[in-house]
């Protein structure tokens, strides 16, 4: 079954890291860019970051600096180190995969960054 599973969300102190973690199933094949949004409430889904399967990178100017996307494609793993974390970086983050013919998305993770 093709799905993409999700883990590390939850709750940090300001200035706080965590690190989340999107495993692609075995019936997503030909993977190509992997990629991270979020939705805080009330606004629409974001762009965070995502990473080609050759490791170019591209980040949401809101999260530069403090935010690093990586990729393992032998495990068809993506990863979002996120440091330095804000009560505005509070959200559901998704995980996005893109393929050659389709495109799928995580069930989603909570973070939130509150005191």
């Known amino acids: 079954q093709a799905q993409l599973v999700e883990s590390g969300g939850g709750l940090v102190q300001p200035g706080g890291s965590l690190r989340l973690s999107c495993a692609a199933s075995?019936?997503?094949?030909?993977?190509?860019?992997m990629g991270w949004y979020r939705q805080a409430p009330g606004e629409p889904r974001e762009f965070v970051a995502d990473i080609t399967p050759g490791g170019n990178t591209d980040y949401a100017d809101s999260v530069k600096g403090r935010f690093t996307i990586s990729r393992d494609n032998a495990k068809n793993t993506v990863y979002l180190q996120m440091n330095s974390l804000k009560p505005e970086d509070t959200a559901v983050y998704y995980c996005?995969?893109?393929?050659?013919?389709?495109?799928?998305w995580g069930q989603g993770t909570q973070v939130t960054v509150s005191s």
């Open positions: 996005h995969v893109q393929t050659y013919l389709n495109a799928y």
């Open positions: 075995r019936g997503i094949f030909d993977i190509d860019t």
